[in-house]
């Protein structure tokens, strides 16, 4: 399923937990999303792993966890699952999930307001128990990246770097978050300097970032390591749920509860 206007086209998969499977700068010709040579797109079955089957590429959704805990799967569980379709036209994409056992319903619209080279994404997570609903969440795009390439942080960010102690910790392959933020902006600029991606929010709603960099350094898939980073705007500053409500960053939902919040996806000369 496409999106398109005059500077974007953004590719969509709703049956594949709704992923942004590409994203096309129109003026450059460059795809900014890495997509996984050695993993065919496939539907999820019960008890797949996220990183042995689907780490494909693109953009997922994690929610109400990144990491796995006792009860909730790696990932999350929205990458999972088929996306109905609520909304659509030619530049907007409206999706919703709804969590196991009904627990809650996660909205996300997609909108390329006309002629901007900007994608902006709309998110609304309902409590839909009697309990009250702990997550983290982010945003998981694994973009294409090349030599020369610039992650750009407002200054004086600071960032947890992990203990190169920690078991399977690896210099060319690991994950920090930088946060809480001044400025809700990260950004990626190409190598040859002709255009850089930025994602942009407020940091109030979304405090930190997630920075996953794999410099050919890990693969969950049994082939060789991969070539790629994330840009994890995120809310909580830590993978797993138990650990971000330990930190005091997860947010928690009460029963019959809404939260809101947006991110923009902004190509720029």
Same mark, same amino acid.
């Given at each position: ?16 937990g709704g992923k942004i499977a590409s994203l096309v700068s129109r003026r450059t010709g460059r795809e900014w999303l890495w997509r996984n040579p050695h993993l065919p797109y496939r539907r999820a079955a ?26 909730? /799967?790696? %990932? ?26 009904? $627990?809650?319903?996660?909205? $996300?619209?997609?909108?390329? /307001? ?58 060319? &392959? ?8 001044? $400025? ?15 994602? $942009? ?14 410099? &050919?350094?890990?693969?969950?898939? %049994? ?47």
């Open positions: 399923m496409k999106l398109e206007n005059g500077a974007l086209a953004v590719a969509v998969l709703p049956e594949l019960p008890g797949d792993s996220y990183v042995a089957l689907h780490d494909t590429g693109g953009i997922d959704e994690c929610f109400p966890t990144v990491a796995p805990t006792e009860s909730l /799967p790696d %990932h999350g569980e929205l990458w999972s699952q088929a996306w109905t379709i609520e909304e659509r036209g030619e530049d907007r994409l409206a999706l919703r999930a709804v969590g196991p056992q009904g $627990r809650y319903g996660f909205r $996300r619209a997609l909108q390329l /307001p006309r002629g901007a080279a900007r994608l902006e994404l709309a998110y609304e997570v309902e409590n839909l128990s009697a309990r009250e609903l702990p997550f983290v969440w982010c945003l998981h795009p694994l973009f294409a990246i090349e030599p020369g390439m610039q992650i750009e942080l407002p200054g004086a960010t600071p960032i947890r770097v992990p203990d190169p102690r920690a078991p399977g910790f690896a210099p060319s &392959a690991t994950k920090r978050f930088a946060g809480p933020l001044a $400025r809700g902006e990260v950004g990626l600029r190409s190598a040859d300097g002709r255009e850089s991606l930025r994602l $942009r929010f407020d940091p109030a709603e979304i405090p930190f970032v997630g920075l996953w960099q794999n410099y &050919a350094g890990w693969s969950g898939a %049994h082939t060789p390591p991969y070539f790629n980073l994330g840009l994890e705007p995120s809310i909580g500053d830590a993978d797993g749920l138990d650990d971000a409500r330990a930190r005091g960053s997860a947010a928690i939902l009460a029963p019959g509860a809404r939260r809101t919040w947006r991110v923009a996806l902004e190509l720029e000369p």
